[in-house]
């Protein structure tokens, strides 16, 4: 992979056994809490990956057997449910900042991406299906490869960075207003 691959690119197409790995630079939000969660993900991610040996190659999860079909789904409900989670504090954390009244456009494009992921995520869960398992891993797989790092860049930076200003003029740590 070329030095001008993305950031996310580059860590999820380490390997899978790297279930810790560190957030770039370029994806700091500087809300430790934001960026631990962002860490977190990744891991997720890598892990659901390395569940699944024929991530990209199978079509369905007949070759698997069922205690292995059972941990994929428990690991795909999981991250789902934590993409939905993520979003939520974010979204409350911007709710109770002053930014929803500075840059009302900036907080809903925001929201707008989150509903987009969203929306997906929930498509996925909604699909669930014990034999299609392999498919929906490898749907949310590709999805959070093409958006991971655009919405960070795009999105919590820009809210970061206004939150860590609110911070310091109120003299709260920046953990506490994200």
Not at 59 to 83: E, K, M, P, T, W
Not at 149 to 165: C, F, K, P, T, Y
Request: proline share 4%; charged share 25%.
């Amino acid at each position: 992979m070329s030095d001008s691959a993305p950031v996310v690119s580059k860590i999820i197409a380490a390997p899978a056994n790297l279930l810790a790995p560190e957030l770039p630079a370029a994806l700091e939000t500087g809300f430790p809490a934001v960026d631990a969660e962002h860490r977190q993900l990744l891991a997720c991610m890598r892990t659901q990956r390395g569940l699944c040996d024929g991530l990209y190659t199978r079509n369905d999860c007949s070759g698997c057997h069922a205690g292995q079909r059972q941990l994929c789904d428990n690991n795909l409900v999981s991250l789902l449910a934590f993409i939905l989670e993520h979003f939520h504090t974010k979204e409350a954390a911007i709710r109770d900042s002053l930014l929803q009244i500075v840059d009302r456009e900036l907080c809903e494009a925001h929201a707008e991406d989150h509903v987009e992921i969203s929306t997906k995520v929930q498509e996925i869960v909604g699909a669930l299906d014990p034999q299609r398992t392999v498919v929906l891993m490898r749907e949310l797989d590709r999805l959070l490869r093409r958006r991971l790092e655009s919405h960070i860049q795009m999105h919590d930076l820009v809210v970061a960075r206004w939150m860590q200003r609110e911070a310091a003029m109120f003299g709260q740590p920046p953990e506490s207003a994200g």
